[in-house]
């Protein structure tokens, strides 16, 4: 009766193990369903630009066809695990006594499961080893299921996909994955040591190094002729076991991969194509590392750098940071925010020649001046800490001088201006008139990004549209953000080098081959320096800084971001140089001269009705003297006094434009001249300017605080 029913159990089990072999995919199923562990972000060209992992619960690579697996891994395999895997039909019958000899009497041996065998329990988990081996009818379903995949598949596709769906070594999965951790590369470059360690880890993943070298020196033994040394193999192993040389993101664009796998990458794709240039990225990362070296003592170690088609909008290159050069590598200096200093300027002038407001002629006084604000007086100074006095808006803009943009803003309005940044793509946190007129500098926060997609723009004849990660389908949505006249007119005076002159000279970095529009920037206190703009077929952003917000010294816009915009200008147009661009439709060009010589006679560039052939201060035709007044102190200044200097190195220097002066405290004489030292004392002071008569020209009220009124000042 007993054996009726161990007869009638085996026939069971036989016909379920029958019944499941039955259900085992093909090899062309197996191989489709396989997942890399990695997302792979390619160039528009299909370079692989950056492996990102997007699976954390296994360390698996792509699929090896076999012919790319090394030939010493292919025979150590077999050797040390199934030596007569390419006769049998898919159990070893001849191996099968012998194991159950060895089990018998607990012997350790290779035991009879074959590699088709194993394979079938990774295609089927009902064929698994569970904590305490395989039982019975696993057994027997096991090798029903070998002898299957042998019938339906060839002998080679059943090696294959072994060595691609074994586990190996902790997390990792497949030879792929075990060749680029372990030994740093490629599956069909193993050499015969190597192979034989990655033999042994087959029959033991998790054993120590000891136990691994030991049983890799066996297989080395039968796979070679010439021996094998095994000291030197067990060094090798233990540097392979330590070894952990993959890491979860590696490439030339972590930054812009993690961007586009968590917005644009469909689930579970094992690429993705992005519209970068691997060739372009490259020389972009090259570049930037090799600047921040030479700017090395200058406390600036980050950067990065954007690189956008003008009509498409594709991103070309995406480098967000330097690197191994940074101490915060995994910041995105592309979409982190900063203040971008002068290179706002660009949309505050476009605004007010479409308003009408300016031309490209107009004058402008750049002088000393202090405006008012709920915070105290602000006070504009140019880069140069020089002033230029009258000057049209084409110097203004292209020698980036600040007080001329601040009177600007004035008449556009911040908050006006703000509403004109966000048709740009520059939405500002807060409305205009929280940034006030420091806002014409740069004092909101926006990204590389989004600054270059609103330069972009003015490339685009004043035409916005998002950037695009990824080839599109099809031409950008884009909608009007600002008068293409006025972006016409501005980009041609960014491109005017002559008109840069006055503050960047006739031989500065920023002069390219071809034509090329470009405006620097530096913000407060040097924490950030740029250098944004476009040729006829790209835009190009550069930011130079520190992560963390450090000041840097004594860099510049000429010397920090451009080097490395003009460097990219140059790479980008090696085959054909930039062409200008073709004015729009209505826009007039014009000779126009100035009063007095304040500027040479020249063409300029007009919306339609705002020409006129002069431009010349107001009063007497050709008369450029500017009425007399105070330049410093400025009207409200408060003067602290220090009781650790001695007064008589605390003069303050009054200064005055204009002729004749004569200078007055609290209505008695102090002085004659254009510049007077005086030695202040505490007190509410009048200041006056008075012309030889005693007639008052100008007059300013400062304050003077002593050491006492200092210390008692609330805090």
């Not at 000899?101 to 194993?118: E, I, P, Y």
């Not at 690197?323 to 002038?349: H, I, M």
């Not at 998002?466 to 950008?476: E, I, K, N, W, Y």
């Not at 001695?646 to 200078?663: D, F, S, T, V």
């Amino acid at each position: 009766m007993t054996r009726r029913r161990c007869q009638a159990a085996a026939a069971a089990c036989l016909f379920a193990a029958a019944v499941a072999a039955h259900a085992l995919p093909s090899y062309d199923e197996v191989r489709a369903a396989h997942r890399p562990s990695e997302t792979l972000v390619l160039a528009r060209d299909g370079q692989l630009l950056q492996r990102v992992r997007t699976d954390a619960g296994v360390r698996r690579g792509e699929w090896v066809a076999l012919d790319q697996v090394s030939p010493a891994l292919r025979t150590a395999l077999v050797l040390g695990e199934d030596r007569r895997f390419w006769q049998h039909g898919g159990v070893d019958w001849r191996a099968v006594p012998a194991a159950a000899w060895a089990n018998l009497w607990n012997t350790r041996t290779r035991g009879a499961s074959t590699l088709t065998m194993q394979l079938a329990g990774l295609l089927d988990a009902d064929w698994r080893a569970g904590p305490g081996g395989r039982s019975l009818p696993q057994k027997l379903g096991q090798a029903v299921a070998a002898q299957r995949l042998e019938r339906h598949w060839r002998k080679d596709q059943i090696l294959e996909a072994y060595l691609n769906l074994v586990p190996l070594r902790g997390e990792i999965v497949g030879i792929d994955a075990l060749a680029r951790s372990l030994f740093g590369k490629a599956p069909h470059a193993l050499d015969a040591r190597e192979a034989a360690i990655a033999a042994a880890l087959v029959r033991g993943p998790n054993a120590a190094p000891a136990v691994v070298a030991q049983r890799a020196c066996a297989v080395l033994r039968l796979a070679t002729d010439a021996g094998a040394d095994c000291p030197a193999l067990a060094l090798v192993t233990q540097a392979a076991l330590q070894r952990r040389a993959w890491p979860a993101s590696e490439g030339i664009a972590p930054h812009l991969a993690r961007r586009l796998l968590r917005e644009q990458a469909p689930a579970g794709a094992a690429s993705v194509r992005s519209s970068l240039d691997a060739g372009l990225q490259r020389f972009a990362l090259q570049q930037l590392g090799r600047q921040l070296r030479e700017l090395r003592g200058r406390q600036v170690e980050d950067g990065a750098v954007v690189v956008l088609d003008n009509a498409s909008g594709e991103v070309r290159a995406w480098v967000g940071s330097s690197g191994a050069l940074s101490r915060a590598a995994e910041v995105d200096g592309v979409l982190a925010p900063r203040q971008p200093g002068s290179t706002l300027k660009p949309f505050l002038y476009a605004q007010a020649i479409a308003e009408r407001r300016l031309t490209a002629a107009s004058l402008l006084e750049d002088a000393p001046t202090a405006i008012p604000t709920p915070a105290g007086l602000y006070i504009p100074q140019n880069y140069d800490r020089r002033f230029k006095g009258w000057v049209s808006v084409r110097t203004a803009l292209a020698a980036s001088l600040n007080v001329p943009a601040v009177r600007t803003l004035v008449m556009v309005s911040p908050d006006a201006f703000a509403a004109q940044l966000g048709a740009l793509g520059l939405a500002l946190p807060q409305p205009g008139a929280y940034y006030g007129t420091s806002l014409a500098l740069g004092s909101a926060e926006v990204t590389l990004l989004a600054l270059a997609n609103a330069y972009r723009a003015l490339a685009d004849g004043g035409r916005w549209s998002p950037v695009r990660l990824t080839p599109p389908p099809g031409p950008p949505q884009r909608r009007p953000a600002l008068d293409a006249g006025a972006a016409f007119i501005v980009g041609d005076i960014l491109a005017d080098p002559l008109a840069r002159a006055p503050t960047f000279g006739t031989d500065s970095v920023l002069a390219t081959r071809g034509w090329a529009a470009v405006k620097t920037g530096t913000s407060k206190d040097m924490r950030d320096n740029w250098a944004v703009g476009w040729s006829d077929r790209y835009t190009v952003g550069v930011w130079v800084g520190n992560a963390g917000g450090g000041p840097m010294h004594a860099v510049s816009g000429t010397s920090g971001a451009a080097p490395v915009w003009a460097a990219l200008m140059q790479y980008l147009h090696r085959g054909a140089a930039s062409r200008a661009p073709a004015a729009p439709a209505g826009l007039e060009q014009a000779a126009v001269r100035f009063g007095d010589g304040l500027e040479a006679a020249r063409r300029e560039w007009f919306l339609p009705g705002t020409a006129q052939p002069e431009f010349a201060l107001s009063g007497a035709p050709g008369d450029r003297r500017a009425a007399p007044r105070i330049l410093a102190p400025v009207d409200g200044s408060i003067v602290a006094l220090d009781p650790d200097i001695p007064p008589g190195r605390q003069r303050l220097q009054l200064r005055a434009q204009g002729a004749q002066l004569h200078w007055r405290l609290d209505d008695r004489p102090l002085g004659r001249g254009a510049e007077l030292a005086w030695l202040p004392w505490p007190g509410r002071h009048r200041v006056q300017l008075t012309d030889a008569r005693g007639q008052v020209l100008d007059e300013v009220r400062i304050e003077v605080r002593g050491a006492e009124a200092v210390a008692a000042r609330p805090r």
